[in-house]
């Protein structure tokens, strides 16, 4: 039992690492084909940790919505819209960095604030029955309390890429 614990947090530890890790190139690359695919590293990362904990369903979901449909819809959209001028040769740097790093800084002090204030006194107990809940219920929640909002998404999603296509068209 220990050794799974053990194992457990390692395996937390590097994958969180990877996600820093391609994170960081993600704003840093100054190639734009290079950094939808370090973003398709951080969503798998984070597909991995949500398997860590137990959230096989949600880890499914992450891979086929974000990294098979999203980053697939970047690609198609850096493709259409000639992006690959911007590959390599562009300069991405910018006269506020200083001021967005700040601002980065601050926002993430308050964030963390904010979730040590909340949760700094809860507790779970070793033997706390927890909730499991299925994906079953997950599914008859979207597919009948949130049908309406999982629609205008869709929706959302086609209309944007239509956009995407018409704007590239033009040229």
Avoid: C
């Amino acid at each position: 039992m220990i050794a799974l614990l053990i194992a457990q947090n390692i395996a937390f530890y590097i994958i969180a690492a990877i996600i820093v890790v391609s994170a960081w190139r993600v704003v840093t690359t100054n190639n734009v084909l290079h950094a939808a695919l370090y973003l398709v590293l951080v969503l798998a990362g984070v597909a991995g940790q949500y398997i860590l904990l137990g959230a096989e369903f949600v880890a499914g979901v992450q891979v086929l919505v974000y990294i098979g449909a999203i980053v697939v819809l970047f690609l198609f959209g850096i493709m259409l819209t000639h992006a690959s001028n911007l590959i390599g040769d562009a300069e991405l740097d910018h006269e506020n960095k200083t001021w967005a790093v700040m601002v980065s800084v601050l926002l993430a002090a308050v964030m963390g604030y904010a979730l040590w204030d909340r949760f700094a006194d809860d507790e779970i107990a070793d033997g706390a029955e927890l909730t499991v809940q299925r994906t079953a219920e997950v599914s008859d929640s979207v597919f009948s309390t949130y049908i309406v909002p999982f629609e205008a998404i869709s929706v959302l999603l086609l209309a944007a890429l239509i956009g995407a296509i018409v704007v590239a068209r033009r040229d």
